[in-house]
């Protein structure tokens, strides 16, 4: 697992999250703790992206940050299967959200649903380690696979 990756993730404290259901695809921006490269996310459950993992548990995410310098740009984008965090497993989690973010009130998590994204897919995107600007508009981000589940061996 790429560190760089790891300490990025770690760093900022959004995400845009794309889930799909019955009436058709949703993003929405939501604050979250990783562990290693799983990512833990919190919503209510009658939100339309806790409706959506409940009909598809397949989601997409992306960890972005603007800078006006292309050549600075860095995110990490992901697909893998969300799951509800159950039992002792929140406490931990419930935790990890008080370290990352020591401003947010303490309390019953009864309210909400916490939901763990294991990824099958994650890249990192760093251009600060140089980029191709010769080409087409814009340059190549530079992207690098940390997790590829997907792509058959050898291919």
Request: hydrophobic share 35%; charged share 25%.
């Amino acid at each position: 697992m790429d560190q760089d990756a790891l300490d990025y993730m770690a760093s900022q404290k959004t995400l845009t999250l794309a889930t799909s259901g019955m009436d058709g695809p949703w993003a929405a921006t939501l604050t979250y703790v990783n562990d290693e490269t799983d990512v833990v996310v919190w919503t209510r459950p009658n939100s339309n992206t806790a409706r959506h993992i409940d009909q598809n548990s397949t989601v997409a995410f992306a960890i972005d940050e603007y800078t006006e310098d292309w050549r600075e740009t860095k995110g990490v984008q992901a697909r893998g299967e969300c799951s509800v965090v159950q039992g002792e497993a929140i406490a931990r989690v419930a935790d990890l959200f008080g370290q990352k973010f020591p401003n947010l009130r303490p309390g019953s998590t009864s309210a909400v649903m916490f939901y763990r994204i294991t990824p099958r897919v994650l890249e990192y995107i760093d251009n600060s380690r140089g980029v191709d600007e010769a080409g087409d508009f814009g340059a190549e981000y530079r992207r690098q696979s940390v997790i590829d589940l997907e792509t058959p061996q050898g291919a």
